[in-house]
């Protein structure tokens, strides 16, 4: 239904930030809620960060609640992930998803489009 891309990736020392960003297809990206995933090596992929086809409500994961932010602009087609505070464990593949707009933020399982992934690396 939607293709995603994401950017923004690299290589950072602990402590520092980043910002990823999505970018949709379609005109239709406001009927979508968002999310954010990542895949460490050697790990199950695992819920990031999720927000819904307005951008009024959103959802962390324990890991990095407190220390990111997701947003979304649904006139650009984009949605980024704000990272501060920036850990080793953080590093990953991160993956940008859409699920089908619903009343509150959906579960994992209906995020079903992904984008191809952008590599964050968090140096010691």
């Known amino acids: 239904q939607v293709q995603l891309v994401e950017s923004g990736g690299g290589l950072v020392q602990a402590g520092g930030s980043m910002r990823l960003s999505c970018a949709a297809s379609?005109?239709?990206?406001?009927?979508?809620?968002m999310g954010w995933f990542r895949r460490a090596p050697g790990k199950e992929r695992e819920f990031v960060a999720a927000?819904?086809?307005?951008?009024?409500?959103?959802r962390y994961a324990d890991s990095v609640k407190g220390r990111s932010t997701i947003s979304r602009d649904n006139v650009k087609n984009t949605v980024y992930l704000q990272m501060n505070s920036l850990k080793p464990e953080d590093t990953a593949v991160y993956y940008c998803?859409?699920?089908?707009?619903?009343?509150?933020?959906?579960?994992?399982?209906?995020?079903?489009?992904w984008g191809q992934g952008t590599q964050v690396t968090v140096s010691s």
């Open positions: 379609g005109r239709t990206f406001g009927s979508y809620a």
């Open positions: 927000i819904n086809w307005s951008g009024a409500s959103t």
């Open positions: 998803a859409a699920a089908p707009s619903r009343w509150g933020l959906p579960p994992s399982a209906e995020f079903t489009s």
